[in-house]
């Protein structure tokens, strides 16, 4: 009963310093629905936790950009040169200095993501919001690797058996036709296995 209570205790105490690091300025954001808990990790590799705005509210002033709120209830803005990482609601964007790209099949040497076209629409009295275009761009990229590659349906084969060369049973798939532009998560995910059974051989 001593040892429940304590834990019970430790665990309350946990909570209660938890919150009490959290600002008035904090809590405010954090009733917003467009702010959520989440992370961001700088050019130095250094992460902070604390609130993101949905990259895609309308509510956004300027496309690209990443407004976060400390703990401290500070707000910081930057762009994609100024970080490397950021993610919330189990999603996760990385940057290449010029654009963020969402995570969508996650990899030990090959990952997929999917950039979305963005846009600010001005109307009325200088009043602007954000709106997201139902297009969307997928790019591959290699662990070992900074550039991202654009897939799109016109270069998919021609771009998936130069870049993946090095799996050749998934290559025989790709000029099969057995997987086209729509199986991108399963050409990841299978160019992941293969290269993991070859360096296991």
């Known amino acids: 009963m001593i040892r429940l209570s304590t834990m019970f205790m430790t665990f309350f105490l946990c909570t209660l310093c938890t919150y009490a690091q959290e600002s008035p300025t904090y809590l405010k ?3 917003k629905r467009d702010y959520f808990e989440g992370y961001i990790l ?3 590799s250094v992460k902070y936790k604390g609130l993101i705005q949905d990259l895609f509210s309308e509510k956004k002033k300027k496309a690209n950009e990443v407004v ?3 703990k401290k209830g500070m707000k910081q803005k930057y762009g994609p040169e100024g970080l490397l990482e950021c993610g ?3 999603k996760i964007f990385v940057s290449d200095e010029s654009s963020f790209y969402e995570v969508v099949h996650n990899g030990p040497r090959l990952v997929l993501y999917r950039k979305y076209n963005v846009f600010i629409y001005g109307y009325g009295a200088g009043q602007r919001s954000l709106h997201v275009s ?3 761009d997928f790019y591959l990229k290699k662990r070992s690797e900074k550039k991202f590659i654009i897939i799109t349906k016109k270069n998919f084969t021609k771009e998936l058996s130069e870049y993946l060369q090095d799996c050749q049973a998934l290559i025989s ?3 099969s036709k ?3 532009f729509n199986d991108l998560e399963k050409v990841v995910r299978d160019y992941n296995w293969c ?3 070859r360096n296991t051989d």
Do not use: G
């Open 29 to 31: 954001f954090k009733k």
């Open 134 to 136: 139902d297009k969307k």
């Open 178 to 180: 057995t997987y086209t």
């Open 88 to 90: 919330y609601l189990s």
């Open 42 to 44: 700088t050019k130095d």
């Open 68 to 70: 976060f709120i400390t």
């Open 173 to 175: 798939k790709i000029n």
């Open 195 to 197: 290269r993991f059974f």
